[in-house]
């Protein structure tokens, strides 16, 4: 797993308050986000009738070019709850205040933080989007709740998709961490699941290379995206156990790696972060 974040936003700032605030045993009161009580669950489909859990994380997979199509399809989205120490949501916390945190790249790429930082969001590729934040839709309702929705959502209809040119990445990370004024939450994989039972991962199609300086085949799907894969579809058809990266090639989620994952990767092949825009 990776932990890392330089930050632009206004999360950076009171990442640090948050934290300074808890070593100095400050009390939790209204409007303070509860670490123990405030969560997050990955949903899809509908915001009136939505699928949870890994009916909903199915859909957890983008192109670096976030093109839709079978990228983060079916208004793939987390549904983010925010209460306080008594239970009680939080209303008008602001949509900046709520993102999934990237650092923007890799430490050999000079990155440092508390972000996801093997994910390639920066813009050493020309024309790549820097992207540390990945807002919430709007702010906070009556109840604390909003949406993250990953591709990117009209504030007006916040849970469903409108894509937005500027989310872009390559890679993927173990974690992509949620952060709401600078607190850390935990997921649920179910509304009705105990806090703590899932981290958001997206798998990414570009899922090879882009971790070193320069950031080679960063934020794009290139020829080592295929021969990977194909080498992988090869090595499980001989008989041989998946390999480390089997998790992240299973594009489709599965639970193997097969031609229908190598199907799902074709259609982006040399889409990359500036092209097509």
């Known amino acids: 797993m990776h932990r890392s974040v330089r930050r632009s936003t206004s999360v950076a700032a009171v990442a640090v308050l ?13 409007g303070v986000p509860s670490t123990t009580n405030s969560f997050f669950v990955p949903q899809a489909g509908t915001t009136t009738s939505p699928v949870e859990g890994t009916s909903a994380t199915v859909n957890f997979r983008v192109c670096p070019n976030n093109d839709g199509g079978s990228s983060l399809f079916n208004n793939a989205r987390l549904k983010v709850v925010l209460l306080d120490l008594n239970g009680n949501g939080i209303p008008g916390v602001a949509a900046a ?26 813009s050493l590729t020309p024309l790549c989007p ?15 709740e909003t949406y993250i929705t990953f591709a990117g959502a009209d504030p007006l209809v916040p849970g469903v998709t409108l894509r937005n040119p500027n989310r872009k ?26 806090i703590g039972t899932y981290s958001l991962r997206i798998k990414n199609i570009d899922h ?10 960063g934020e794009e799907v290139g020829i080592d ?53």
């Open 18 to 30: 948050a934290v300074a605030a808890a070593s100095l045993a400050v009390p939790a009161h209204a």
């Open 169 to 194: 990445w390559g890679h993927y990370d173990d974690e992509l961490p949620v952060y709401a004024l600078g607190f850390k939450l935990s997921g649920k994989l179910t509304s009705g699941s105990a």
């Open 130 to 144: 820097e992207l540390r934040c990945i807002t919430a839709d709007k702010a906070t309702d009556a109840n604390g």
């Open 225 to 277: 995206d295929f021969n990977t894969m194909v080498a992988e579809i090869i090595n499980i058809n001989n008989g041989n156990p998946p390999g480390p990266l089997s998790y992240w090639r299973d594009l489709n989620s599965s639970g193997g790696v097969e031609f229908t994952d190598f199907n799902i990767l074709v259609p982006h092949q040399t889409h990359k972060c500036d092209n097509p825009l």
């Open 208 to 217: 090879f290379g882009g971790l070193t300086n320069p950031p080679v085949s």
């Open 97 to 122: 205040d709520i993102c999934v945190l990237f650092n923007g790249g890799t430490a050999a790429q000079g990155f440092s933080g508390i972000g996801a930082d093997s994910v390639i969001s920066n």
